[in-house]
Structures are given as structure tokens and as C-alpha cells.
Antibody
Framework: QVQLQESGPGLVKPSETLSLTCSVS????????WSWIRQPPGKGLEWIGY???????DYNPSLKSRVTISKDTSKNQFSLSLTSVTAADTAAYFC?????????????WGQGTLVTVSS | DIQLTQSPSSLYASVGDRVTITCRAS??????LNWFQQKPGNAPKLLIY???SLESGVPSRFSGSGSGTGFTLTISSLQPEDFATYYC?????????FGGGTKVEI
């Protein structure tokens, strides 16, 4: 059974860096593609980016200058870093497994973690 | 980037109703279209993939159709647990996008 769990600070100050980790159990992250998605309160879903089984990333162009997604296969975790945050980055952040990144088949998700950007 | 427009943005329905949600793409995306269900406080759940394939474990009252630029999600007989928000999503382009969502309310 594949399970994902996000972890990280729930409050980040403006201009600082948001850092989250997704811990995966039940499958090795060495294979497959892994994604971050976010959802501002009361709004829709926004894809942030992927990290592929090769270790190469792919990012939403609107966030590309501020985002880094990486993985640590030894810990079976992958991570999100978002720099220079503003209130507009306040959202629930989800990590997900994509069983076929050619089609965006996100079939396993973490429960999500709310990150608030505020001083 | 490819835009996905869902309609309606919300709808009211009753248990037993047939419900249809539409998703239109700004350019052809072949069958690279998936549907997700999200309930309040929960992560999205994959329902339909590649436009018309039912995800394992999803009730057969859910179905999807379409290709190119026009797609539909149909719930043949709405059940109490189906009241939720539904999102379409495309992966035709490298830049993955979601539709704006359709909230199905009682």
C-alpha cells in the first residue's frame, strides 16, 4: 500500500523559503514520477512540478524561477523548496505519485499540509 | 499553455440524478485528460484516466468520454457520497494543468 506524508513548517515569513518533504512508504521512489501540487484556500488545484525517476525535474513555468524539487532515494523522500514566498503562496501543499507521468496519472496523494505565509 | 474550462462551475442536484460535467481544452489534447474528485479537507482522488478509463475501485456509475477538445464526466445516478468538487486535468503538454473545478451540491 503506497502512502505519502507531507511534513514541514506550517508558517513561513514573507520573502523566506518554504521547504516541505514528502515521505513515501510502500514503494521505492527510485522508480516512477513524483509531484507537488498546491491549492490556495477555497480555490482550485495548481501543479507545481515533477521529479522523474531519472532525477530530472519539470516545473510549472509560472513558478520555475523559485522552485526546486529534489529527491533522496536513501530516505525514500522527495522535497519542495519555494523561495521568496508571498501571501499568494499560502496554500495546502500536496505530494503525489504519478504512475504514468506521460498521462499525469496521480493515483496516490498525501493528505496535504497547509502552509501560511505571514509575518 | 493549455487552458481547461469546466462547466458549470457549480450545480445543484439530488440523489439519483444523472449529472454531466464538461471540460473544454484550449487546443486538442487527444485523450490526455483525467478526472479527479475532491471532498472538503481531503486530497483529490483519481476517478477517470485517459478520458474514459475507470480507475480501479471507482464505482461504475462514473464514466468519462470525449477526445480532442471536448470531454465529459457523467455520474449516472448521484449518490450521497458523490457530493464533492470535480476537476479535469491534462497532461498533453509538459505543463500539466487542472480545470477550475465543478462543485456538486445538494
Amino acid at each position: 500500500q503506497v502512502q505519502l506524508q507531507e511534513s514541514g513548517p506550517g508558517l513561513v515569513k514573507p520573502s523566506e523559503t518554504l521547504s516541505l518533504t514528502c515521505s513515501v512508504s510502500g514503494v521505492s521512489i527510485s522508480g516512477g514520477s513524483w509531484s507537488w501540487i498546491r491549492q490556495p484556500p477555497g480555490k482550485g488545484l495548481e501543479w507545481i512540478g515533477y521529479i522523474y525517476y531519472t532525477g530530472s525535474p519539470d516545473y510549472n513555468p509560472s513558478l520555475k524561477s523559485r522552485v526546486t524539487i529534489s529527491k533522496d532515494t536513501s530516505k525514500n523522500q522527495f522535497s519542495l523548496s519555494l523561495t521568496s514566498v508571498t501571501a499568494a503562496d499560502t496554500a495546502a501543499y500536496f505530494c503525489a505519485r504519478d504512475r504514468d507521468s506521460n498521462y499525469g496519472l496521480m493515483d496516490n496523494w498525501g493528505q496535504g499540509t497547509l502552509v501560511t505565509v505571514s509575518s | 499553455d493549455i487552458q481547461l474550462t469546466q462547466s458549470p462551475s457549480s450545480l445543484y442536484a439530488s440523489v439519483g440524478d444523472r449529472v454531466t460535467i464538461t471540460c473544454r481544452a484550449s487546443q486538442s489534447i487527444a485523450n490526455y485528460l483525467n478526472w479527479f474528485q475532491q471532498k472538503p479537507g481531503n486530497a483529490p482522488k483519481l476517478l477517470i484516466y485517459t478520458a474514459s478509463s475507470l480507475e480501479s475501485g471507482v464505482p461504475s456509475r462514473f464514466s468519462g468520454s470525449g477526445s480532442g477538445t471536448g470531454f465529459t464526466l457523467t455520474i449516472s445516478s448521484l449518490q450521497p457520497e458523490d457530493f464533492a468538487t470535480y476537476y479535469c486535468q491534462q497532461r498533453y503538454a509538459t505543463f500539466l494543468t487542472f480545470g477550475g473545478g465543478t462543485k456538486v451540491e445538494i
